[in-house]
């Protein structure tokens, strides 16, 4: 940490909202860095990962949370768990919501959540590029928390191609935080290790390949991770599924489906690493994972 002494602010920040709205994308934009995996699919993130931007005396940590939803499994139990305790002890909200639609049921689930709070409230509209009707959504939205009494500041933009509206928000946040020494080094962009940041981008890349249910069924790890003399890092992980049908979904015919998974994954590794990448990849069948506390657990779901 810092010297208190430098008159440093530092402060923890939540982003929450329903699945698939985009709260991965606007973290990774407003890191300027990509450490939380994005996906077409809903229910991309798990569990809630901590980014950090940093300027000379100040410090951010945005706490990207999943998206609220009701939950059908023990995953989905502690999903949920993870957003209630990431809201339990931050100093700003940053609820998104889908401009494309109006408020979903699990839309109303969030404002319940950030109603009652008192924290400042960033409400968020994003993908206002692909919205038709933006203005008559927000209003929607906004009447959700109407009877909200902490400070609520309102923004709509595109968290994917809208840099501008991005560091409009960041800067919004810079002058919420409250004086505080750096909570971590000033050359840290996240609290994953680098084996849970790449198990993240096998299981992206498992999300983009794979259809309907499965990847939902789909969890991943890195069992070891080695660098070589000459700069290469060699990377072993395995894609969990639940049942020996999912095992050869996921490997294809021919394993043409696994090596896909594996070249795109492997492409964005060595993107972020400047290494060249040796990614190895296994199938194994864990029956019922979501539902078995001890294999989440496992898996880092805990």
Avoid: C
Avoid at 7 to 28: D, E
Avoid at 163 to 179: C, F, K, Q, Y
């Amino acid at each position: 940490m810092t010297d208190a002494s430098q008159n440093t602010r530092a402060g923890f920040v939540a982003i929450v909202g329903k699945p698939n709205v985009g709260k991965s994308t606007l973290l990774n934009s407003l890191l300027g860095v990509k450490i939380a995996p994005t996906s077409p699919r809903p229910q991309t993130t798990r569990k809630h990962i901590r980014g950090i931007y940093n300027t000379d005396t100040e410090q951010i940590i945005f706490v990207d949370t999943p998206g609220l939803h009701k939950p059908k499994d023990a995953l989905g139990k502690y999903m949920n768990n993870e957003v209630h305790t990431a809201l339990a002890d931050v100093d700003a909200i940053i609820w998104v919501v889908d401009l494309r639609h109006p408020p979903t049921d699990e839309d109303q689930l969030v404002a319940r959540q950030v109603r009652e709070l008192r924290q400042p409230l960033l409400l968020v509209g994003n993908k206002v590029d692909a919205a038709k009707y933006p203005d008559e959504a927000f209003k929607l939205y906004r009447a959700l928390i109407e009877s909200r009494t902490g400070d609520t500041t309102e923004f709509t933009l595109s968290a994917q191609n809208d840099p501008v509206a991005v560091m409009d928000v960041r800067t919004s946040i810079l002058g919420l935080l409250p004086e505080n020494p750096f909570f971590f080094p000033v050359g840290a962009a996240s609290d994953q290790s680098r084996e849970q940041w790449a198990a993240e981008i096998v299981r992206e890349e498992a999300m983009k390949k794979l259809r309907d249910e499965l990847p939902y069924a789909v969890a991943t790890r890195v069992n070891s991770w080695t660098e070589r003399d000459d700069g290469l890092q060699r990377i072993e992980a395995e894609i969990v599924v639940e049942k020996p049908a999912h095992k050869g979904m996921v490997i294809g015919a021919g394993g043409k489906q696994l090596k896909e998974i594996g070249q795109a994954a492997r492409k964005q590794l060595e993107v972020f690493l400047s290494r060249k990448v040796y990614l190895g990849l296994q199938v194994i069948v864990i029956p019922n994972w979501r539902e078995d506390t001890e294999a989440l657990r496992e898996l880092g779901y805990e």
